[in-house]
Protein backbone atom coordinates (compact mmCIF):
# COMPACT_ATOMS: atom_id res chain seq x y z
CA UNK A 1 0.00 0.00 0.00
CA UNK A 2 1.27 3.66 -1.10
CA UNK A 3 1.88 5.98 1.83
CA UNK A 4 1.50 8.69 -0.25
CA UNK A 5 -1.78 10.95 -0.11
CA UNK A 6 -4.33 10.89 -3.51
CA UNK A 7 -6.48 13.27 -3.97
CA UNK A 8 -9.86 12.17 -6.00
CA UNK A 9 -12.13 14.36 -6.89
CA UNK A 10 -15.99 13.06 -6.73
CA UNK A 11 -16.29 12.31 -9.94
CA UNK A 12 -12.96 9.94 -10.89
CA UNK A 13 -15.18 7.31 -11.92
CA UNK A 14 -17.03 9.16 -14.64
CA UNK A 15 -13.45 8.61 -16.12
CA UNK A 16 -13.70 12.33 -18.18
CA UNK A 17 -10.34 11.83 -19.97
CA UNK A 18 -11.45 8.71 -21.55
CA UNK A 19 -15.08 10.04 -22.41
CA UNK A 20 -12.64 13.61 -23.77
CA UNK A 21 -11.33 10.91 -25.99
CA UNK A 22 -14.14 10.15 -27.95
CA UNK A 23 -14.64 13.49 -29.40
CA UNK A 24 -18.25 13.35 -29.58
CA UNK A 25 -19.54 16.75 -30.75
CA UNK A 26 -22.43 17.44 -29.23
CA UNK A 27 -24.74 20.26 -28.23
CA UNK A 28 -23.64 20.47 -24.34
CA UNK A 29 -20.23 20.93 -23.51
CA UNK A 30 -18.90 19.90 -20.07
CA UNK A 31 -15.76 20.36 -18.15
CA UNK A 32 -15.33 19.52 -14.81
CA UNK A 33 -13.27 21.95 -12.68
CA UNK A 34 -11.65 19.68 -10.31
CA UNK A 35 -9.85 19.71 -7.43
CA UNK A 36 -9.93 23.86 -7.24
CA UNK A 37 -9.17 25.23 -3.70
CA UNK A 38 -13.07 26.30 -2.06
CA UNK A 39 -13.01 28.49 1.15
CA UNK A 40 -15.83 29.32 2.50
CA UNK A 41 -15.88 32.98 4.37
CA UNK A 42 -18.39 34.53 7.00
CA UNK A 43 -17.95 37.42 8.24
CA UNK A 44 -19.91 41.00 8.55
CA UNK A 45 -20.14 43.06 5.12
CA UNK A 46 -20.69 46.07 7.61
CA UNK A 47 -17.65 45.86 9.39
CA UNK A 48 -14.93 48.25 6.88
CA UNK A 49 -12.24 46.39 8.70
CA UNK A 50 -13.52 42.56 7.31
CA UNK A 51 -13.77 44.29 4.09
CA UNK A 52 -10.39 45.63 4.08
CA UNK A 53 -9.07 42.28 5.61
CA UNK A 54 -10.26 40.31 3.01
CA UNK A 55 -9.26 42.92 -0.21
CA UNK A 56 -5.33 42.69 1.53
CA UNK A 57 -5.48 38.72 1.34
CA UNK A 58 -7.24 38.53 -1.55
CA UNK A 59 -6.27 41.33 -3.68
CA UNK A 60 -10.02 41.57 -4.78
CA UNK A 61 -13.24 43.45 -3.45
CA UNK A 62 -15.95 41.38 -1.74
CA UNK A 63 -18.98 41.69 -3.60
CA UNK A 64 -21.56 43.10 -1.40
CA UNK A 65 -24.62 43.22 -3.97
CA UNK A 66 -26.55 39.42 -3.65
CA UNK A 67 -26.43 37.08 -6.32
CA UNK A 68 -22.72 39.25 -7.37
CA UNK A 69 -19.18 37.62 -7.67
CA UNK A 70 -15.91 39.21 -8.30
CA UNK A 71 -12.73 37.70 -10.08
CA UNK A 72 -9.71 38.25 -11.01
CA UNK A 73 -6.55 36.16 -12.46
CA UNK A 74 -6.70 33.71 -10.07
CA UNK A 75 -9.65 34.09 -7.34
CA UNK A 76 -12.92 34.19 -8.01
CA UNK A 77 -15.39 35.41 -4.79
CA UNK A 78 -19.21 34.28 -5.07
CA UNK A 79 -21.68 36.02 -3.06
CA UNK A 80 -23.83 33.22 -1.10
CA UNK A 81 -25.43 35.17 1.32
CA UNK A 82 -25.54 38.52 2.99
CA UNK A 83 -22.64 37.47 5.49
CA UNK A 84 -21.12 34.31 3.44
CA UNK A 85 -18.77 33.70 0.13
CA UNK A 86 -17.39 31.39 -1.36
CA UNK A 87 -13.69 31.77 -2.62
CA UNK A 88 -13.01 29.65 -5.08
CA UNK A 89 -8.67 29.34 -5.62
CA UNK A 90 -6.37 27.28 -7.76
CA UNK A 91 -5.87 23.87 -6.16
CA UNK A 92 -2.66 23.13 -3.65
CA UNK A 93 -3.19 27.14 -2.69
CA UNK A 94 -6.27 26.73 -0.84
CA UNK A 95 -4.01 26.18 2.59
CA UNK A 96 -1.99 29.25 2.19
CA UNK A 97 -5.00 31.42 1.16
CA UNK A 98 -6.65 30.12 4.27
CA UNK A 99 -3.73 31.24 6.34
CA UNK A 100 -3.68 34.86 4.23
CA UNK A 101 -6.90 35.11 5.51
CA UNK A 102 -6.86 34.33 9.07
CA UNK A 103 -3.67 36.69 9.57
CA UNK A 104 -5.47 39.45 7.85
CA UNK A 105 -8.75 39.34 9.55
CA UNK A 106 -9.52 40.27 13.22
CA UNK A 107 -12.53 39.42 15.29
CA UNK A 108 -16.05 37.65 14.51
CA UNK A 109 -15.39 35.57 11.11
CA UNK A 110 -14.87 32.06 9.98
CA UNK A 111 -12.91 30.87 6.99
CA UNK A 112 -13.20 26.99 6.21
CA UNK A 113 -11.69 24.80 3.82
CA UNK A 114 -14.40 23.32 2.04
CA UNK A 115 -13.08 21.93 -1.01
CA UNK A 116 -13.17 18.38 -0.74
CA UNK A 117 -17.27 18.95 0.12
CA UNK A 118 -18.07 19.81 -3.34
CA UNK A 119 -16.66 20.09 -6.81
CA UNK A 120 -17.10 22.62 -9.77
CA UNK A 121 -19.06 21.66 -13.30
CA UNK A 122 -18.68 24.13 -16.62
CA UNK A 123 -21.26 23.76 -18.97
CA UNK A 124 -20.97 25.60 -21.99
CA UNK A 125 -22.27 24.81 -25.45
CA UNK A 126 -25.25 26.23 -27.99
CA UNK A 127 -27.48 23.99 -26.19
CA UNK A 128 -26.39 24.34 -22.40
CA UNK A 129 -29.30 27.09 -21.79
CA UNK A 130 -32.21 24.17 -23.21
CA UNK A 131 -30.53 22.13 -20.60
CA UNK A 132 -30.26 24.17 -17.55
CA UNK A 133 -34.10 24.95 -18.61
CA UNK A 134 -34.82 21.71 -17.90
CA UNK A 135 -33.13 21.63 -14.40
CA UNK A 136 -33.51 25.02 -12.61
CA UNK A 137 -36.65 27.34 -11.51
CA UNK A 138 -34.64 30.45 -12.51
CA UNK A 139 -35.27 32.61 -15.69
CA UNK A 140 -31.89 32.38 -17.84
CA UNK A 141 -32.71 35.24 -19.80
CA UNK A 142 -29.48 37.68 -19.79
CA UNK A 143 -31.71 40.37 -18.20
CA UNK A 144 -32.50 38.35 -15.11
CA UNK A 145 -29.49 35.95 -15.36
CA UNK A 146 -26.55 38.41 -16.39
CA UNK A 147 -22.93 37.48 -16.61
CA UNK A 148 -21.06 37.06 -13.67
CA UNK A 149 -24.47 36.58 -11.51
CA UNK A 150 -24.47 33.59 -8.98
CA UNK A 151 -27.55 31.90 -7.43
CA UNK A 152 -28.33 29.24 -4.84
CA UNK A 153 -30.94 27.31 -6.18
CA UNK A 154 -32.91 23.72 -6.76
CA UNK A 155 -30.61 21.99 -9.70
CA UNK A 156 -32.82 18.49 -10.37
CA UNK A 157 -33.92 18.56 -6.66
CA UNK A 158 -30.75 18.58 -5.50
CA UNK A 159 -29.34 22.12 -4.56
CA UNK A 160 -26.54 23.94 -6.58
CA UNK A 161 -25.01 27.36 -6.85
CA UNK A 162 -24.98 28.62 -10.83
CA UNK A 163 -22.72 31.15 -12.02
CA UNK A 164 -22.83 32.60 -15.56
CA UNK A 165 -19.37 33.07 -16.52
CA UNK A 166 -20.45 34.36 -20.86
CA UNK A 167 -24.00 33.71 -22.60
CA UNK A 168 -23.67 30.39 -22.86
CA UNK A 169 -21.16 29.51 -20.15
CA UNK A 170 -22.29 28.67 -16.50
CA UNK A 171 -20.46 27.30 -13.56
CA UNK A 172 -22.35 25.07 -11.20
CA UNK A 173 -21.28 24.35 -7.85
CA UNK A 174 -22.17 20.96 -6.53
CA UNK A 175 -21.97 18.99 -3.32
CA UNK A 176 -19.46 15.70 -3.38
CA UNK A 177 -22.50 13.77 -2.12
CA UNK A 178 -24.52 14.47 -5.04
CA UNK A 179 -21.97 14.88 -7.82
CA UNK A 180 -22.73 11.28 -9.05
CA UNK A 181 -26.46 12.14 -9.13
CA UNK A 182 -25.95 15.67 -11.22
CA UNK A 183 -23.53 13.61 -13.67
CA UNK A 184 -26.15 11.07 -14.28
CA UNK A 185 -29.08 13.55 -14.36
CA UNK A 186 -26.78 16.21 -17.04
CA UNK A 187 -26.08 12.69 -19.13
CA UNK A 188 -30.14 12.25 -19.17
CA UNK A 189 -30.96 15.49 -19.72
CA UNK A 190 -28.25 16.18 -22.58
CA UNK A 191 -29.00 13.00 -24.38
CA UNK A 192 -30.60 14.87 -27.07
CA UNK A 193 -28.18 17.49 -27.96
CA UNK A 194 -25.11 15.49 -27.70
CA UNK A 195 -23.11 15.71 -24.69
CA UNK A 196 -19.58 16.15 -25.36
CA UNK A 197 -16.76 16.14 -22.66
CA UNK A 198 -13.74 18.22 -22.55
CA UNK A 199 -10.54 18.28 -19.83
CA UNK B 1 -45.94 27.27 -7.38
CA UNK B 2 -45.63 30.19 -5.53
CA UNK B 3 -43.12 32.94 -6.45
CA UNK B 4 -41.52 34.21 -3.40
CA UNK B 5 -39.32 37.61 -2.94
CA UNK B 6 -36.52 36.86 -0.80
CA UNK B 7 -35.50 39.94 1.20
CA UNK B 8 -32.18 38.82 1.12
CA UNK B 9 -31.90 37.32 -2.14
CA UNK B 10 -33.53 40.81 -3.15
CA UNK B 11 -35.41 39.02 -6.06
CA UNK B 12 -38.24 36.28 -7.00
CA UNK B 13 -37.53 32.80 -6.66
CA UNK B 14 -39.53 30.03 -6.92
CA UNK B 15 -41.33 27.90 -3.91
CA UNK B 16 -39.30 24.82 -4.65
CA UNK B 17 -36.10 26.90 -3.47
CA UNK B 18 -37.82 27.14 -0.01
CA UNK B 19 -39.18 25.49 3.20
CA UNK B 20 -41.44 26.69 5.53
CA UNK B 21 -40.41 26.84 8.75
CA UNK B 22 -43.71 27.58 11.35
CA UNK B 23 -45.03 30.63 12.83
CA UNK B 24 -43.04 33.53 12.97
CA UNK B 25 -42.52 36.36 16.10
CA UNK B 26 -42.34 33.65 18.49
CA UNK B 27 -39.98 34.87 21.36
CA UNK B 28 -38.88 32.35 23.99
CA UNK B 29 -39.33 33.34 27.49
CA UNK B 30 -36.43 35.16 29.28
CA UNK B 31 -37.03 32.86 32.36
CA UNK B 32 -38.26 29.82 31.57
CA UNK B 33 -38.26 28.28 35.19
CA UNK B 34 -40.43 31.25 36.18
CA UNK B 35 -43.48 30.01 34.22
CA UNK B 36 -45.93 27.76 34.69
CA UNK B 37 -46.48 23.93 33.15
CA UNK B 38 -49.27 25.98 30.60
CA UNK B 39 -47.74 29.25 29.64
CA UNK B 40 -44.23 27.11 28.56
CA UNK B 41 -46.28 24.39 26.84
CA UNK B 42 -47.94 26.93 24.51
CA UNK B 43 -44.64 28.76 24.03
CA UNK B 44 -43.25 25.19 22.82
CA UNK B 45 -46.13 23.54 21.18
CA UNK B 46 -49.72 25.46 20.67
CA UNK B 47 -49.67 27.72 17.66
CA UNK B 48 -51.97 30.09 16.29
CA UNK B 49 -53.99 28.74 13.11
CA UNK B 50 -55.47 31.37 11.35
CA UNK B 51 -57.70 31.69 9.07
CA UNK B 52 -56.64 34.62 6.86
CA UNK B 53 -53.47 36.94 7.36
CA UNK B 54 -50.61 34.84 8.90
CA UNK B 55 -47.24 35.55 10.27
CA UNK B 56 -44.55 32.58 9.16
CA UNK B 57 -40.94 31.97 8.60
CA UNK B 58 -39.90 30.91 5.83
CA UNK B 59 -35.77 29.60 4.76
CA UNK B 60 -34.68 30.02 1.80
CA UNK B 61 -33.02 26.94 1.90
CA UNK B 62 -31.96 26.14 -1.86
CA UNK B 63 -30.31 29.74 -1.81
CA UNK B 64 -29.08 32.18 0.43
CA UNK B 65 -30.02 29.89 3.49
CA UNK B 66 -31.74 32.38 5.18
CA UNK B 67 -34.68 32.62 7.81
CA UNK B 68 -37.21 35.07 6.88
CA UNK B 69 -40.69 36.27 7.42
CA UNK B 70 -43.61 36.42 5.49
CA UNK B 71 -46.96 37.53 5.86
CA UNK B 72 -49.52 34.89 3.87
CA UNK B 73 -53.04 34.91 3.15
CA UNK B 74 -53.77 31.07 4.42
CA UNK B 75 -57.07 30.98 2.46
CA UNK B 76 -56.04 32.42 -0.56
CA UNK B 77 -52.37 31.89 -0.21
CA UNK B 78 -51.89 35.46 -1.36
CA UNK B 79 -47.88 37.12 -0.08
CA UNK B 80 -48.50 40.10 1.05
CA UNK B 81 -45.29 40.32 1.96
CA UNK B 82 -41.55 39.36 3.00
CA UNK B 83 -39.12 40.91 5.38
CA UNK B 84 -36.21 40.31 7.09
CA UNK B 85 -35.63 38.40 10.80
CA UNK B 86 -36.01 41.20 13.24
CA UNK B 87 -37.88 43.16 11.39
CA UNK B 88 -42.01 43.93 12.46
CA UNK B 89 -44.62 43.39 9.17
CA UNK B 90 -45.88 46.13 7.73
CA UNK B 91 -49.53 44.55 7.00
CA UNK B 92 -51.22 43.21 10.16
CA UNK B 93 -54.75 42.93 10.99
CA UNK B 94 -56.60 42.62 14.91
CA UNK B 95 -55.86 38.56 14.54
CA UNK B 96 -52.26 38.71 13.76
CA UNK B 97 -50.97 41.40 16.60
Known amino acids: MSNSA ?8 ADFAGLAALKINGGVILREAKLLGHLNLRGNANDPDFLKGVKSALDLDLPLAP ?58 GKDCLQLLQKSIGYDLHLDSFPINKVIGTALAKSSAHIRRTGEYNFQLIIRRSFADYIWLWLQQSSKEYGLSVTL | ?46 RKNP ?6 MWAHSHGCRKFFNM ?14 MGQQPSITTEDTK
Open chain 1, 6 to 13: RVESPLEH
Open chain 1, 67 to 124: CSSAQNANTTIMWLSPDEWLVIVDGVTEAAIEGKLRQSLRGHFAVSDISGAQTMLEIS
Open chain 2, 1 to 46: MLHIHCPYCEEYREEEEFSVVGEAHIIRPLAPEELTDQEWASYLFF
Open chain 2, 51 to 56: RGLHHE
Open chain 2, 71 to 84: TRHTVTYQILETYK
